[in-house]
């Protein structure tokens, strides 16, 4: 029967790809169907009645271009997907688009970018274990486990090749995540042809020196090979990886060859591959006797599986204090309800102090009452300020912190959190603004999966003294607002710190803070509650309305200390925006706008970063107090005059413009 | 001798560091001391008076916090480097920035971010085996070997967690490049403290596996030891890496901890340490004895090996044909002289092509007459339509080709090109334009060396049809023209596609090319010729100027088809504007300019893009027909209309404004 069921999948996912009229990817289509097949069929605990069951396994499909087979799967194992679906596969608006969407009931993460899935599944590998230490109470008492799932994901020889795996491996390995299990397709074509030539190494061996146990399967046609290595797998104490030896496009004409990750069929191909496999000749035939054996495997499973873990479940809620089982309930909505405004939080406005080390403070508010915030730093914790005191490291073998050192893994980092996020937590990660460039895939998955993960971004422009042009930023601030669905946080003290911590916590919003390396002391004038507008009047002009200066992060401090200076030394009376966030600013209503920005005011923008994204406010580019070139290596005095920014400058500037 | 000149050098970057008065990284300066000590004295073949010659071996500090290290070995080796230059550590304008930069003679690549320069190494290890396989006459000769160099990268523990170190490793061993020889610090200890927490692997193993050799010197204070270890590694048949255990910060009072990595030390911890290693208590003292013993160890060493190589140059040039001799001449220089404006190349204004098969057909006429030429894709040459018709793919120990298969590994190419770049060659690199995401630190390197290298990024804009969001660009056109100093083409059609060749391989520019995946058919009125200006009118009005209509690449084709209906339907005379490189026009004068886009005109920008970038063109930003929000999965007609940007949209949100 495995045999027939797996030509049945195999079939539909043809049809699937015929029918979208575009190039596919048949190729691994039909490599990975076996190890799909068994994967859903012998060892995946699901529920497909409810797709977002907490203890469920979870399956990431990082070979993305495998998406037909995974909604094939999908599609006869139960999940809440009709026949019409399938025939939509790629179609606008359907439920079944090109590249796995979280939005699909049932697929647990919306995946692209080689590479980004396999970092993400381990992400959701240290979610439950997080989950176990916070909840389960095998020593404490006689219940086994409440949580207990796997993270199974589908890599292809691509997604291997991609650093991020290497930095995802690396981790799950020194955290001993034996809760990960990949199934690699490794058939040795990838799109440009033999991967031999470019990708000679032994991974097994790689992943072995990485701790890791490591499985190979022979035939990757064999559904009962891959079903005993899986079961292996599970029985690890450490993360597993199983080589599966398949033929891309396998039944195919062309199987061996990478044509079949990009071409449609000839009609011949299809006829053959239709005859040999015994599926029918007419387009989304399904199979009956093979199509009922998968779906009654699967959801007999599942039914018993589910049922037992419901009265676990009911079990724990007698153990459990009640907030433990109000967090639980609430872990797939991830909600948080919290009011930093009023935190009791001294604002001392005579002394400076590193931003970082505002936000350090707040961190860690937040950290001791919201039990799901977690989060760490790519090497950088120590700059960043992002050590939450009072709570442990999360290291090998013990996962009840709430600090994660994440190495220097930048990108990781952010496909990690988005794992996290999908399962329940409130992640946040630090690094320095400029390596946010290494971190691009992830943040834009953030985005696109419209996660509640946080970014924090320090040393944000080109007065990090002494760093030099290649770790001063210029164009990141422009280029992360310039994502779409990600909201862009430049505080200017701590008051605009609470306030953009209030809006991340309550809102549920994929954002970056982004944080200066120089101290700034509490300002008068500035506003946690404003946050929400994104913009607001943190100095008012004194009699007239000369100018406007929007300034943003430390740069507010500087507009405010020229405001004074313009009045008394030149008598131009100019108002201070502060514009902590554009996009929430974008949003608010028109009136609101020009009560804080009037129409023909004569507008300057102050931002030590790129002038994109500003034009849009200012009349000309004249008015923008902003940096297009790189920096250098100096003090921040010497760079911020190389690069006509500083002070006497822009006063200059303003003068000869009014 | 050795341990009283690795003092010295320790002791000089002491100074330094506690001269610039900022926080510093006595740590791995202190472990790599005796790792650069061995290497510059008894290895490295360089002439320090002629730092650019072609045959030296390269150095490249991929830990580029050591940069103190490099500077003070620098110096004492005989660089052009003075004491003024030492003490001016980090100064504004100094030739010893905070971070290594080309602009200082000597240094071979700029650092930064780690993990690009181990990719960046392996860029120069591969021009190593171009340029043997080009010009060593050994086969053909009883001449040695002219080119023979090796590329040596100082390594920390951080560069190896990034994932580019791994695609760079993966990839060396792959190609079988000998001449790679990687030095790693393995002190065990990054900025946020011990890495054995987050980093267990088995770093040999791993890289065993990987098909390179692996050494072990177990007590990284031994010179002979280190020395040892590299001799045998010049002899392997692979890339070598050799783990040197060391000490971080060996020698000051909190050796071994991770506060070395970044605080300025006491004075007690100074004066211990100087005293311990006798090496006087003045600042900036050098020991004459072990300062003479470096010098004169190097540039002996170096006369003997530069002058054997001048006479072999003598005889080689008896040999090589006179091109060949040229091209050696000019390959530090890198320079390019080609007319393709005037390139003998059918242009088809009735049948649309692939914008993707325009370009491979201009790249096939460059790759057969310029012999520096080089370049690949990252795994997808059969759908960005790179792969150079006449030339051979590299693969293990054959490099004869033009071809480079890079694997799925995008930020690496982008290392590797800088790399080739740095050795004479002009390479180019495709991808998709969503992956240039993964290749943000390797773009910002090219930009920030001024390198003459070429990213050509195809599919390029939501159009991609039945993609979905994860695979339409946005925001990336805008966030590459934000990079400084890098010049992103779109251009219209294969006049502009020649057009921008002409100006990227004649101009030695940091460059992206940016295609769509659809067919365009050659325009009337574009041309090759106003590449050069940026920006140009490919279409005029008929008799009234009523709007402008900007537009890049194939929105190009759609504009004039606009500019016949608005005429026709609506009688609106619009003159259409290509605008190929944004950073080219902008640096015309203004007289061109107004004569492109007068001032005062109703001007709209059609791109299919973030609008970003393009709001200091418009009036408002109802004038921007661009994109800012994410695609969708579907066909192109689908998604242009949900995203509001289909022909009718755009007819009538002209119509309405006028």
């Not at 200390?561 to 131009?572: R, T, Y």
Request: glycine fraction near 6%; include cysteine; charged fraction near 20%.
């Amino acid at each position: 029967m495995d045999q027939k069921a797996i030509n049945v999948i195999k079939n539909l996912t043809l049809d699937m790809i015929q029918n979208s009229g575009c190039e596919g990817n048949y190729g691994i289509c039909f490599s990975s169907a076996p190890i799909l097949y068994t994967l859903f069929t012998k060892h995946l605990n699901v529920n497909p009645s409810i797709p977002d069951w907490i203890n469920r396994d979870r399956f990431v499909l990082s070979a993305s271009h495998a998406s037909a087979l995974l909604y094939a799967t999908m599609f006869l194992s139960g999940y809440p997907l009709m026949i019409d679906d399938i025939k939509s596969f790629k179609k606008f608006g359907s439920k079944t688009p090109a590249y796995p969407s979280i939005n699909t009931m049932g697929v647990d993460i919306s995946t692209g970018p080689l590479g980004e899935g396999f970092a993400s599944a381990v992400g959701m590998a240290l979610a439950e274990k997080k989950l176990e230490a916070l909840y389960n109470q095998t020593g404490k008492s006689k219940l086994p486990k409440l949580f207990n799932y796997n993270v199974y994901t589908l890599v292809s020889d691509g997604d291997l090749m991609k650093g991020i795996s290497y930095e995802a491996a690396s981790f799950a390995g020194s955290l001993g995540l034996d809760n990960l299990i990949v199934l690699y397709d490794s058939n040795e074509v990838s799109s440009d042809g033999e991967v031999k030539n470019t990708f000679s190494e032994s991974v097994l061996s790689r992943f072995s020196a990485m701790g890791w146990s490591t499985f190979y399967v022979k035939n990757g046609n064999s559904s009962s090979e891959i079903s005993k290595a899986i079961e292996k797998a599970k029985k690890t104490k450490t993360p597993s990886i199983i080589q599966i030896k398949t033929i891309i496009g396998d039944g195919l004409l062309n199987q061996g060859k990478n044509i079949t990750h990009s071409q449609l069929l000839e009609k011949n191909d299809i006829d053959q591959f239709k005859q040999k496999a015994g599926v029918g000749t007419v387009p989304f035939t399904v199979l009956k006797e093979p199509a009922s054996y998968i779906r009654d495997t699967v959801v007999q499973r599942s039914i018993k599986i589910y049922s037992d873990w419901e009265k676990l479940y009911n079990d724990y809620k007698k153990v459990l204090n009640p907030n433990q089982v109000t967090e639980i309930n609430n872990i797939n909505q991830n909600l948080v309800n919290i009011d930093l405004i009023r935190a009791n939080l001294p604002i001392d406005y005579n002394n400076k102090e590193l931003m970082r080390e505002s936000n350090h403070r707040v961190l860690n508010i937040i950290a001791d009452s919201v039990y799901n915030f977690i989060g760490g730093s790519a090497d950088l914790s120590n700059i960043t300020r992002v050590r939450l005191n009072n709570h442990e490291d999360i290291v090998y073998g013990k996962y009840t912190g709430k600090n994660i050192n994440y190495g220097v893994r930048d990108n990781f980092m952010g496909a990690c959190m988005n794992g996290l996020a999908l399962s329940g937590f409130r992640p946040f990660g630090s690094s320095l603004l400029v390596y946010s460039d290494d971190m691009r895939e992830s943040i834009r998955a953030t985005a696109l999966m419209n996660l509640p993960v946080t970014y924090i971004f320090t040393h944000d422009s080109v007065t990090n003294s002494f760093d030099g042009p290649a770790h001063q930023p210029v164009e990141q601030l422009s280029n992360l607002r310039s994502i779409p669905n990600l909201y862009v946080f430049r505080p200017a003290d701590i008051k605009e710190i609470l306030g953009t911590w209030n809006v991340i916590l309550n809102n549920k919003i994929p954002a970056v803070i982004s944080l200066p390396r120089t101290e700034v002391k509490a300002e008068q004038g500035t506003s946690a509650g404003y946050v929400n507008k994104g913009a607001y009047v943190a100095g008012p002009e004194k009699n007239k309305l000369d100018a406007i200066i929007i300034a943003t992060g430390s740069e507010v401090q500087l507009a405010k200390s020229l405001q004074v200076k313009l009045l008394q030394e030149k008598n131009i009376d100019v108002r201070i925006v502060s514009m902590p966030c554009m996009e929430l600013y974008s949003i608010q209503s028109e009136d609101y706008k020009e009560s804080i920005i009037p129409t023909g005011s004569k507008i300057f923008v102050l931002e030590y970063g790129s002038s994109f994204g500003w034009e849009k406010f200012v009349p000309s580019s004249d008015y923008l107090l902003t940096v297009d070139s790189f920096g250098a290596s100096g003090s921040k005095d010497d760079v911020l005059s190389y690069l006509d920014i500083d002070s006497d400058n822009i006063i200059t500037r303003i003068e000869n413009l009014l």
